[in-house]
Nanobody, 121 residues
């Protein structure tokens, strides 16, 4: 059973920083792209940042220059360093990964359970 477990959310003041982590566990043969999405009530889930196996990154315009995505392939973990946080960054953040489970016949998309980030004074 493959799962993604997130950690690191919480309450932070505007201008502050948080670091999210997401670890993939279970019977995994390979992991391809990983990323972070966020969602607020009544809105669609949106891509925040993504990273390929080789380290190529992609960011939403709203977070460029403030957020940094990285991954540790040996630990099957992806991180999101969030700096200069703004109230509009408040959302539930979800980890996403494209994983080839051992014994399966192909790639599957997995989601974490979500972690809440609140930016408020």
């Amino acid at each position: 059973q493959v799962q993604l477990v997130e950690s690191g959310g919480g309450l932070v003041q505007p201008g502050g920083s948080l670091r999210l982590s997401c670890a993939a566990s279970g019977s995994i043969f390979s992991i391809n792209g990983m990323g972070w999405y966020r969602q607020t009530p009544g809105k669609q889930r949106e891509l925040v940042a993504s990273i390929t196996t080789s380290g190529r990154t992609n960011y939403a315009d709203s977070v460029k220059g403030r957020f940094t995505i990285s991954r540790d392939n040996a630990k099957n973990t992806v991180y999101l360093q969030m700096n200069s946080l703004k109230p509009e960054d408040t959302a539930d953040y979800y980890c996403n990964a494209n994983i080839f489970p051992r014994g399966s016949q192909g790639w599957r998309e997995y989601w974490g359970q979500g972690t809440q980030v609140t930016v408020s004074s």
